[in-house]
């Protein structure tokens, strides 16, 4: 009996993008993560899926605030179709947790009538299911979430229902880990230890914490988050999908990732070896977000050095992308370093001696790599733009 | 560019006046107010100012006398051209006229403009304050009178273009900061006060000063927002814990119950125990008392029976011996008391012979006392008559007088001298007798006895009747007289005796004396008669005699009561037989008692020997009867109480057994409690009880604290700490960034600030070196070889001018805070190095006058400066000093010309009319004589009110002084210092209204016009009084 399922992971609803300093940004960045809900919805629509799992992170905090319990759980609500959730270490159960709150139960209860949250290793059997939960009671659990599985109860009883594993963790080599500054709450992953559950009897681990789509087994997958919070780093890491599950009993699962993500999260490293580079740089990224705005965040690792009218137009250039990036987490460790022209502007006034004296001090400065070179670099830059000004 | 002579007409004090100048150095001089700084002012005036200058400026030139507008002609070398300006002030016809010497003409507005041209000046301009603005021209080298000690950075300021083009050329390709310099570093140090305080600090309304702001509000924020998440977290962390104590509680609570269950149990099998011991310890205490009460009894009873047995038969032959120790003692009881009668009666005997023997005694004794009482009463008789005798003795012997023998013989002794004397006096005297007398024969009055002799011893007057008067006259000198007073002296002797003793003669003496001495002899025979009889005792004798007689009486009265029947004796013989007789029956009698108490005494004590030991017999038979009976009446008790023999017996057994059982029942129990360790179990109970407790205060404490959290973590949802922390965090990051990047930028300005500053004032130093260096070649004259200048220059302006003397280690001293001398001399050195620069474009001259530029400097360093103004002249400027005390500069080598005032004869002159010695200018060049140069028909002139009012006060003071004082009286009245007391007196010595005085120290004279004048003029107006002291001016002119 092969039964269609989602399984998708760490929403972290109510993210705060700390980093973000434009609040209206932060807002746009924290209701696409409640947007994306309904995209999944449709996908389960779309997919004639009977339910959806969430693997753990529903939320960001175990004491997230009162919007995004709302919002999650309207979005819930039109799913329609159950929708059971584990806690994970975000959101982990326990004394203080969202799920205990009264808030909380009073709008499932009201919004969202198809959820369940599973708070209990314990079975929950379903029309055509069973579901074997491993909540997190607490951030870091010190053992295994799943070792209740290891010697796996009978479950003879439910027949040929497709078996799922549902649990927030790291497997070996892979977890959440203190990715970037967006997941200051992450600490030391709960450890699942996938080879000693008894495979055989599980059709289908739908697992949460890592943010990328990836399988880890046989059955074992990572849905990843279905709309990325952070830049992923490096490569084999795919976040912004949801998979659609077929699973049987004693079968290999199907799994099929849909992508349900809708802003750009990109990253960039650029090294100017000229001024030419700058223009290089420009078409970067206009390639990166084409005529977009407000949807796409980057993280721009700038090195190498620029003449001082390049680095002012840097700087222009840098803060036209600030404008439509919903965010510019730029790392710039450019050098300013003056063109022979610029240096023979500055150092040869024939009628300004002073300037030329001054400049000349502070060529000799920045060529140094004393603290005081970054400064007489931008001195150099200040008093260029000086005597263009004058 | 160098002045070769000015020549003034009708300008102010002076009517016409030329003054030719060295090429190098001129000295000026003259007494104050002959115009020198006027000359030098025209002169400056033909210079720079437009000569149709209207208003106050012309008219203050205009000449005191009336007959020409002011003229000033200037005549002067100029890029290798002599040239010669006049300018005549007129007002709107003012003239100007610059003529090239042997050359062109120019003439008014084209003079003026070829005149500013040629001396480097803009045209000064007309209109109002042209005045002003011409005088400021060439001002650095014009020293007006009292600005000597300003500050010549200004003046440098004013000449800034053309000197520092100079000094640039000058220093060594120096290069100047150009306007944009300027403009840019200006803007550098505005942005970098725009960020920073003074302090240093940022400034709060800066950028920086927002960004160190904002980082620390968004750590504050940061720590607050870490506080709060922690706060979560360490309430999830207590939740979780007091979970965990409240399962660990209910852990060993489950443990514990069964255990103290268990303890509970056996503790009261414990206590059940405890009880049945103490019943069965009870039981079995009771019956081994009661058996062995009864055991106890039936052996008693059993031995009494036997000891009562025993004793009976023991008792029985003790009685029989009582009974027969009785009778003997009864017999010997009798026996004594027969012995005990005869005793007594024997007694009765002697007692009765021995009361009559003493009565026979008594008789006896009261015989011999009654005989020796008459013996006293006789004696005492005899005494009593003796002393009766005596004292009839004693009464004759006092009736005669007290003579004794001594005595006696003294009066013998007397009489013997008396008879002597008269002895003698009679072998001496003469002797009268009277034989035969019809009359009266009378010796001295004394009638003379017929045949009698009549001793005279002196001279005698002898009458015989009134016949005749016969004086005899005894011869034998004075021995007569002698004699008869020893006679005197003797017979008085005698006479004084024989008184106290109241005797009448020597021989009633001898008779009183033999008297005596018989009466006394009697006397002395009487007390031994008396003593003989024993006078003195015999009275107590006779009362002891009384006594011992009552008492013998009484002896007997006494015992003749105790012998009824006694014959009594009749005297002591047969009182005395009697008595022996009576003794001896008596000792008879005494020996028979004797010997019968001796009998009576055995017997008795025999009687007493046997009736102690009957009695000791009869006391132990009693005693053996007690005892028996005593254990009779024991036994009567013990079988009532405890029953007879049968009936003990069996009770005996029952109680044997009952005890037996209990004691066993006893040892079970105690065997099974010690098995149990009851101790033990009670401190089981105690431990386990205190666990439970703890266990369950644990137990609430954990639930209280699970409560608590719950209670804090139960959310209200409207914030998230651990999203806040997150965004805390990132604000906090984003600020440090912000103020990292803010502090570099600030870095930057600050930079970009500093290195300007460095540069301008490395440049400033560059530019100018030229001008420190002559400045201090300038001071260096002055100060010595160490002085140096110090200038600033900012922004191309002077901003300072310093000296330094290390000599006197002084590193920099602003010109501001130098003395006012100092101040004078450092300007000049200023203003001669500046001139020496701005020469260079005026043919490598330019003139500097210094008018009184030097008045705070004293005479040493006027010597001294002379050096500075010479190297000033052999550097090619031209010096002019104008100077009332030419003579201080005679060291200068310059030429002097000495503008002085002419004495005009008193009342000679007045307003209008020229002096006599006015006369057409008359020059001589090159003397070193002096010569008389040019007389002015002019009148001194006060310059201002302020020395008017000075020469008022002068006058006035000394005319109270009475017209005349002393130099240093004068002054100290006036209270003036010392350089404007001479100054003042000079110009009222010039105007010739005071006379110096003579003596040392200097004293003055009012002039005879002043003494007249009623009161001093009040401002030293033109017009008023002063006519009559003008003065006419001569010049001497002079090269020393």
Redesign the interface.
Known sequence: MSIKFIHTADWQQGKPFAGVDDDQKRALLQQERLNVLDRIGEVARSHKAEFVLVAGDLFDSPSVTKYFVSGACSAIGRMGVPVLAIPGNHDHGGPGSVWEQRFFQSEARQLAPNLQVLLKPELVELDRAVVLPCPLLRRHESSDPTSWLRACPDLSRYGDKARVVLAHGSVQGFGAGAADDEDSGAGVPNLIDLSRLPEADMDYLALGDWHGTKQVGHKAWYAGTPELDRFVKGGDHDPGNVLVVSAERGGLPTVQPVRTCRFGWHELVHSFAADADLTQLEASLNSLTGARAGQDLLRLDLRGSLSIQASVRLESLLETWRARLLRLKLSNETVIAPSEAEIQALTQRASDPLISRVAARLVELAAGNAEDAAAAQMALRELHAATLQH | MRIKSITVRNYKIHRDVTVELDPACTVIGGPNECGKSTLAEAAHRALFLKAKITGETQRSMVSFVPGGQPEVEVCFEAGAKAYRILKRFSGQTGMARLSEVGGTSWQDETAEEQLAKILGVGLAGGGRGAGDRAAQQWAHLWVWQGQAGNNPAEQANAQRDTLMARLQSTGGAA????E??????R??AERFESIFNRNGSPRANSDLGSAAQRNQDTAAEEVKARETYDR?HQ??FD??QA?ADQATADRSLGLLKPQKEEVEAKLKRVDELQRDEKLQSTEAETGSRKHKDLSDADQRIKALRTDIQVRRRALEPKIAEAERIRGVADKKKRAAQTASANHEAATEAARTARLQKELAIAYEVLFEKTAQHKQFAEKAERVRSERSARSGLEADLAKLPPVDSAKYKKLQKLDAERSIAEAALHATAARIEVIKAAVAVKADEAVLAIGVDHLVAEDTELAIGDIARLRIKPGGGTSLADARETVRITKVKLQDSLDKLGLASLDAAAGALADRERIQAQIRDSDIRLSTLGADSIDQEVSAAQLALSNAQGEVDRRKEQVPDFAAPADLAKAKELASGLGEALQEKELNERSLKGVRDQAVSISEQAEEEAVTCRTSVDEGNREIDAAGIELGVLTRTHGEDEARARELAWLLELKTNAEEGLRATRTALNALQPDLLNADRARLERAVNQALKEKEEATMKLAV??D????????????????????A??AREQLANEQ??A???Q??RD??FD??R??SEQVTRPLVERVSGYLQCLFGADAQAVISLEENKFTGLHVARPDREISACPFDELSGGAKEQVAAAFRLAMAEVLAETHDGCLPLVFDDAFAYSDPERVQILQRMLDLAATRGLQIVVLSCNPADYAALGARQVILRPQPVPMGASSIGQPAPNAAAPHQTRGSNETTLVDVLDSRTHLPGTESADRHGQFLARLRELGGKAGNMTLRNTLGWDEATYNSIKDQLLAQGRILPGKGKGGSVHLASAEVAAESPPAAGLPGSDFSTHTAPITIDDKRI
Do not use: C
């Open positions: 290069v100047m900061q150009s944009l310099d300027a403009e840019v570093a803007s550098f979560l309430t999830i939740y979780e979970g959290a719950r804090r973590l139960s959310s209200d949802g409207t914030a998230d700490p651990a999203a806040g922390l997150a965004t805390a965090e990132a604000r990051r984003s570099r930028r870095k930057a300005v930079m970009i290195l300007f540069e301008q490395k440049l």
